[in-house]
């Protein structure tokens, strides 16, 4: 019996093609297969079942056998050839053939995306720097507030005073692009909280001034970025009719305000709970800080081609992410769907950042060997099982899922491999005073 022959070729760094050649006689045993198969199911008038003559099922069936064999015989030899080579297949194949003919060896070609063969570089000895960032009495007034935030009231205006910027209003307002109205750019009765930075810029800001009652136009200018391209850039304007204001009133923070809490007795203590949260605010800042500094240089460091496949996929992951906040957020779930959709192409440089990052990681711990034991899946369950306060096995089972455990496994090798070369990076510590804008 002949043997099947199999060429694999690199087409690119992210794309192979593997050519076969199928003897005959591995052909013929599959057609009469399928022809066998057929015969036990065909219902052809003056012929029982499982009795009807081969020549018979060929007048009737032979496309449709032929057609069979073919991506039986494909299906067979294609995922043989990649588990025999060790080679993994990103994309559905692109299948090239052209039939079979009697007495002939079949040929076809196989041509998919795969992850990019690469000698990773530059991690070693990384010269970068790590800011550690000391809490000032000032970030701790910021958290402070933030708290009382939390507790604001809405309070009906006393006197007729104009809305200011803190304020809450409840407005219309229907928008027109040269001269023309759009249903999407109009509203009855809207809550705002002016200064929260809902709306496009400038729209906010024109509100303050304007008294219960009143009616405005507002000339609006959208950001050349706006997902809704045919507003992108252009000048719009809206009338505006205020028809209720509401002011902020924000608790004191004394004595009193510690009642809204069980877990304090004193000021002293709420203020302490709250220097230690930022303290450990500062220190996850100041780690992902360095991370993304690592991450930017060796980036810089390796060039490689990224498989549109993953790149694909970690788009469409981010867009069933903004959708689902957006959902989250109060939006119905068609307009979140659309609008998310709308923002593919915005996503794809962040993706591409995503997937380099994932691409070049997993080569590092392979040429470095950094693997994962089932001890350390273990441990890593065992803190999140103290940390959420939830029983071990209770969260061990929902990881015993092929998929979910995979994708921890995943995750925690990059968590190695990124400590790896944290360790190996020469890193200077510099102090940095208060928190700015850090984290916002």
């Not at 809450?168 to 229907?174: G, L, P």
């Amino acid at each position: 019996m002949s043997e099947v022959a199999i060429k694999v070729e690199e087409i690119s760094m992210i794309k192979k093609k593997i050519s076969f050649d199928i003897p005959w006689n591995e052909v013929k045993e599959e057609l009469d297969a399928v022809y066998r198969d057929i015969g036990k199911k065909a219902k052809i008038k003056g012929f029982r079942p499982g009795k009807v003559p081969r020549n018979v099922l060929e007048s009737n069936f032979k496309d449709h056998a032929e057609e069979e064999t073919i991506t039986n015989i494909i299906n067979k030899h294609y995922w043989q050839a990649l588990d025999d080579k060790g080679i993994m297949s990103l994309s559905k194949p692109d299948i090239t053939q052209e039939g079979f003919k009697e007495n002939t060896n079949f040929t076809f070609t196989a041509s998919f995306e795969t992850e990019p063969d690469f000698e990773p570089k530059g991690y070693n000895g990384i010269e970068v720097e790590k800011e550690n960032i000391k809490i000032t009495e000032s970030d701790l007034d910021n958290r402070l507030n933030e708290i009382r935030q939390m507790f604001a009231t809405m309070e009906e205006i006393k006197d007729d005073r104009a809305a200011i910027m803190g304020d809450y209003v409840t407005i219309d307002f229907a928008g027109t692009l040269d001269g023309v109205s759009h249903d999407d750019l109009k509203a009855d009765n809207y809550f705002l909280e002016l200064g929260s930075k809902r709306f496009i810029p400038g729209f906010e800001e024109q509100i303050p001034g304007m008294k219960n009652g009143e009616t405005l136009d507002i000339k609006v200018k959208f950001p050349e970025d706006y997902h809704e391209k045919k507003f992108a850039g252009k000048d719009v304007i809206f009338t505006v009719t205020i028809k209720d204001i509401k002011e902020k009133k924000l608790p004191e923070i004394d004595e009193n305000f510690i009642k809204n809490f069980d877990k304090y007795n004193s000021l002293d203590e709420l203020k302490n709970d709250a220097r230690k949260a930022l303290e450990q605010d500062c220190e996850r800042i100041t780690e992902t800080n360095l991370q993304n500094k690592i991450m930017e240089i060796i980036l810089k460091e390796n060039d490689f081609e990224l498989p549109p496949s993953l790149v694909e996929k970690q788009i469409f992951y981010m867009m069933a992410d903004t959708q689902k906040r957006m959902t989250s957020a109060g939006m119905d779930e068609t307009g979140a769907m659309e609008l998310s959709f709308k923002m593919h192409d915005k996503f794809k440089e962040d993706a591409q950042k995503v997937v380099k990052s994932f691409l070049l990681l997993k080569k590092i711990a392979q040429k470095e060997a950094i693997g994962l034991e089932e001890a350390d899946l273990d441990k890593h369950i065992m803190e999140l099982a103290e940390k959420h306060g939830r029983d071990y096995e209770q969260i061990r089972t929902a990881f015993e899922k092929e998929e979910r455990k995979e994708n921890l496994r995943t995750e925690l090798i990059q968590k190695k491999t990124f400590d790896f070369i944290e360790q190996k990076a020469n890193i200077k510590v510099v102090e940095k005073i208060g928190m700015a804008v850090e984290g916002k």
